[in-house]
């Protein structure tokens, strides 16, 4: 799944992002972010890991909806020391509902799209 279409994805759901696993063996970070589940329709939700992970700069959990953009170099050399920058990573920002803005410096992401169990008619 592509930016653009992660972001339509996370641009409907109204539920928390949760900051789920951080697996340092691996350098990997999981947030799983939900949709509203309160009443009798379910938006889905899904899972966004980012592998290859150097830095993280998360809250435990964050309102959504979010949108997730990936920085410019200029960004990067902002945030990441110069001995610290890869060719092979991108700087992930993700700016929540509330204004807040947070980053992960990650090789890739995968998204995995979590089963809906009501749709709507």
């Known amino acids: 799944m592509n930016i653009e279409e992660l972001n339509k994805f996370l ?10 696993k951080l697996d340092s063996a691996r350098d990997w970070v999981m947030i799983k972010f939900s949709g509203n589940t ?3 329709y379910d938006d889905g939700e899904i899972e966004l890991t980012f592998h290859d992970v ?12 979010a949108k997730i953009e990936v920085a410019s170099k200029e960004a ?11 060719d092979e990573r991108n700087l992930y920002l993700i700016r929540d ?5 947070w980053h992960v410096y990650a090789g890739s992401y995968s998204v995995n799209t979590l089963p809906i169990f009501w749709e709507h008619p």
């Open 97 to 101: 509902d509330a204004g807040c803005s």
């Open 38 to 40: 309160g009443g009798p």
């Open 11 to 20: 641009s409907k759901l109204e539920g928390p992002g949760l900051f789920e």
């Open 54 to 65: 150097e830095v993280v700069n998360l809250p435990l959990t964050m309102m959504l909806p």
């Open 76 to 86: 990067v050399a902002s945030v990441v020391g110069s001995n610290y920058q890869w």
